[in-house]
């Protein structure tokens, strides 16, 4: 079946940006040069662009099943390489979203096929923090664990090569680990990341600590600190 309705949004679309902002893709066309790369879900509600407010070529994306980065993922690593050392981005965003499938997946150990193989690295996750969640309340677990998978994969970021190749040339590039709630459109920095690997590995307890604190596993705040990277 023919997607012509989608084509006919394009070239509505199209008309409407060059009679607003005569030159757009004039200009568009000429360069791209992004301060962020974003590393997201491929969950469909989660837009990057639309959901901070950036235009198409101000934001670098990569995406995949539960905004994973994993160190021998070389699709992962080769956009991270692109975007820091080719587009010079100066922010690097790992943002994962609540009520994610792929973390719901690895939470409750649902069988969906290939990408099993992939939601393994999320269940990595959940084992190292077993203790803490078990112990939490069962409303709270899927959104705890997206929250300690975005933080997890900051670390993972940060650890990476390219990360620690580019502060070791001297490149001011800050990591930062965001959440976003697809059932209120809002964005919550979960304090993890920064601009060297000893600081982000300094705030990385606190980061797993707080999400523990929030109402959801006050008794465990020894077991929380304690899985530190």
């Given at each position: 079946m023919?997607?012509t309705?989608?084509?006919?949004?394009n070239?509505?679309?199209?008309?409407?940006?060059?009679?607003?902002?005569?030159?757009?893709?004039?200009?568009?066309?000429q360069?791209?040069n992004?301060?962020?790369?974003w590393?997201g879900?491929s969950?469909?509600r989660?837009?990057?662009?639309q959901?901070?407010g950036?235009e198409?070529?101000?934001?670098f994306?990569h995406?995949n099943?539960a905004?994973?980065m994993?160190?021998?993922?070389?699709?992962?690593?080769?956009?991270v390489?692109?975007?820091?050392?080719?587009l010079k981005?100066?922010?690097?965003?790992?943002?994962?979203?609540?009520?994610?499938?792929?973390?719901?997946?690895a939470?409750q150990?649902?069988?969906?096929?290939?990408?099993?193989?992939?939601?393994?690295h999320?269940?990595?996750?959940?084992d190292?923090h077993?203790?803490?969640l078990e112990a939490a309340?069962?409303?709270?677990?899927?959104?705890?664990?997206?929250?300690l998978n975005?933080?997890e994969?900051?670390?993972?970021?940060?650890?990476?090569t390219?990360?620690?190749?580019?502060?070791?040339?001297?490149?001011?590039?800050?990591?930062?680990g965001?959440?976003?709630?697809v059932?209120?459109?809002?964005l919550?920095?979960?304090?993890?990341g920064?601009?060297?690997?000893?600081?982000?590995?300094?705030?990385?307890?606190?980061?797993?600590?707080?999400?523990?604190k929030?109402?959801r596993a006050p008794?465990l705040?020894?077991?929380a600190a304690?899985?530190?990277?």
């Amino acid at each position: 079946m023919p997607l012509t309705h989608l084509l006919n949004h394009n070239r509505d679309w199209a008309a409407q940006m060059v009679r607003e902002r005569p030159g757009f893709f004039t200009g568009l066309s000429q360069q791209q040069n992004p301060r962020y790369m974003w590393i997201g879900c491929s969950d469909s509600r989660v837009p990057a662009n639309q959901i901070t407010g950036l235009e198409p070529g101000e934001v670098f994306v990569h995406r995949n099943v539960a905004n994973v980065m994993v160190h021998t993922d070389l699709n992962a690593l080769s956009t991270v390489q692109y975007a820091v050392d080719m587009l010079k981005v100066e922010h690097v965003i790992v943002c994962g979203h609540y009520g994610c499938g792929g973390v719901q997946a690895a939470l409750q150990n649902v069988r969906i096929g290939l990408a099993d193989n992939w939601i393994r690295h999320i269940q990595d996750v959940r084992d190292k923090h077993k203790a803490a969640l078990e112990a939490a309340p069962k409303q709270h677990q899927l959104d705890m664990l997206c929250e300690l998978n975005v933080i997890e994969q900051v670390m993972n970021v940060c650890h990476s090569t390219v990360l620690k190749d580019a502060w070791h040339r001297g490149h001011q590039i800050m990591v930062h680990g965001w959440i976003y709630g697809v059932h209120d459109g809002l964005l919550v920095d979960l304090k993890v990341g920064g601009s060297a690997l000893e600081q982000v590995e300094h705030l990385h307890a606190a980061a797993v600590e707080h999400v523990f604190k929030q109402n959801r596993a006050p008794a465990l705040k020894n077991i929380a600190a304690a899985a530190t990277y």
